[in-house]
Nanobody, 118 residues
Framework: QVRLVESGGGLVQPGGSLRLSCTTS????????MSWYRQVPGKQRELVAS???????NYADSVKGRFALSKDNDKKMIYLQMNSLKPEDTAVYHC????????????WGQGTQVTVSS
C-alpha cells in the first residue's frame, strides 16, 4: 500500500529556513519520480521541485537557488530544504510520487502548511 506523509511545516519569518520531510511506504524510488508541489487556496497546485533521477532535479524558477530536494533511498524519504523563505512561499506543500510511464500510479500526501510571515 502506498502512503506519503509530510512533516516539518510551520510558521517562519521571512529569510528563515525550514526542512520538509516526506515519509514514504510502498514506493520504489527507482521507478517513481518524487516531487514536491505547493498549493495556495483558490490557486492551482504548483510544481516546486521534481527529481528526474538521482542526479537531476528540476525546480520552479521562483525557488531556484533557495530550495533543494534530496532523497534518502535507504530510509525511503524525501526532503525539501527551503532557505531564504519569502511570504509568497506560504502554501500547503505536498509530496508526490508518480510512476515513470504509468500516469495512473500517481500518489499524494495530505500536505503540510508552511507560513512565512513576520
Amino acid at each position: 500500500q502506498v502512503r506519503l506523509v509530510e512533516s516539518g511545516g510551520g510558521l517562519v519569518q521571512p529569510g528563515g529556513s525550514l526542512r520538509l520531510s516526506c515519509t514514504t511506504s510502498g514506493i520504489d524510488f527507482d521507478i517513481y519520480r518524487m516531487s514536491w508541489y505547493r498549493q495556495v487556496p483558490g490557486k492551482q497546485r504548483e510544481l516546486v521541485a521534481s527529481a528526474i533521477n538521482d542526479i537531476m532535479t528540476n525546480y520552479a524558477d521562483s525557488v531556484k537557488g533557495r530550495f533543494a530536494l534530496s532523497k534518502d533511498n535507504d530510509k525511503k524519504m524525501i526532503y525539501l530544504q527551503m532557505n531564504s523563505l519569502k511570504p509568497e512561499d506560504t502554501a500547503v506543500y505536498h509530496c508526490n510520487a508518480m510512476q515513470f510511464g504509468v500516469r495512473q500510479n500517481n500518489y499524494w500526501g495530505q500536505g503540510t502548511q508552511v507560513t512565512v510571515s513576520s
